[in-house]
């Protein structure tokens, strides 16, 4: 018998996981969830907590799978590279300003930055989970509130 899902459900469930998504995040999960029916608030909420689901697999385990990676295909290792350049082109202000240049890093709502990218800054840092994810989960939650602000105005972002 299959499950069926009220309307309201199935923006949770699609603004979850597009928050989850590398690039989009929340930036493109909050516009999503609103479009979809929920309220600025249920949808900022939803986007914070599916953006954040990733942090603690990508700071713990991701040099684990870009060795994996790395041996598996010539493609592959030329990905990894790729992103551990992006990591160390973006860790100069991580490690300038330490805890709070991550949070901004993550704040500024912009491609490059973000979530998928702080802790892929953090695990190339070698930073502790317990450190990192704070300061990515600010960074978040800022960011989360200027894609409200710019999207739907102050009123969106004033309770």
Do not use: C
């Not at 600025?40 to 040099?63: C, H, K, S, T």
């Not at 990676?69 to 010539?74: A, M, T, V």
């Not at 860790?91 to 490059?112: D, Q």
Request: charged share 15%.
């Amino acid at each position: 018998m299959p499950i069926i899902l009220g309307e309201t459900a199935k923006a949770i469930f699609l603004t979850f996981f597009v928050s989850m998504l590398p690039v989009i995040e929340l930036r493109g999960a909050i516009p999503i969830g609103i479009s979809e029916g929920l309220g600025f608030y249920q949808a900022f909420i939803v986007a914070i907590i599916g953006n954040l689901v990733p942090v603690p697999f990508i700071v713990l385990f991701i040099r684990t799978i870009f060795n994996w990676l790395r041996d598996k295909s010539i493609a592959l290792n030329r990905l990894v590279e790729r992103l551990e350049n992006k990591a160390h082109a973006k860790k100069e202000i991580v490690e300038k300003y330490e805890w709070w240049g991550l949070v901004l890093l993550v704040a500024i709502p912009l491609p490059g930055t973000g979530a998928w990218t702080g802790a892929l800054v953090a695990a190339i840092l070698d930073m502790r989970l317990k450190r990192a994810f704070p300061a990515i989960a600010m960074g978040v939650l800022i960011a989360g509130i200027i894609v409200l602000f710019i999207s739907y105005g102050a009123s969106a972002v004033v309770l």
